[in-house]
């Protein structure tokens, strides 16, 4: 019996239909920090990624209801927080202000944005150091 290769997933992107694609794109750009492109709004070699496309009816931009649309996670607590007060200080909408939760397995640490559409992205990290 051949053994079957499992392929490797390299990264992946989060689609969001926007309402507003060039406002978008300098959003993602200025604000997040993001490289952008015809394809993708990328940051950090795909650790954060979306495809953001134009919807035809600014009705189709519908972000998720009481969660996130995308979440992102960040190597420890000190590197969150130099992310937040990036973000912070080039006029993100904060959505979630940081908040740490502590757990039998540990603690978490997030924050959240929010984008010109309403969308929520999160962001958070389960180590202190």
């Not at 009816?57 to 937040?84: C, H, M, R």
């Not at 909408?93 to 929010?114: N, Q, R």
């Amino acid at each position: 019996m051949t053994e079957q290769v499992k392929a490797k997933i390299e990264n992946s992107l989060t689609v969001l239909l926007v309402s507003d694609l060039e406002k978008s794109n300098q959003y993602y750009r200025d604000v997040l920090g993001c490289e952008v492109n015809d394809v993708w709004a990328i940051r950090d070699d795909f650790g954060l990624g979306f495809k953001l496309i134009q919807a035809k009816d600014p009705q189709d931009v519908i972000p998720n209801k009481g969660t996130w649309n995308t979440y992102a996670y960040v190597e420890n607590f000190s590197g969150l927080d130099a992310l937040y007060e990036e973000l912070k200080a080039k006029g993100a909408t904060i959505a979630l202000e940081p908040i740490v939760e502590d757990h039998d397995w540990g603690s978490w640490k997030e924050f959240a944005i929010k984008d010109i559409d309403g969308y929520i992205i999160g962001f958070g990290s389960g180590n202190r150091n």
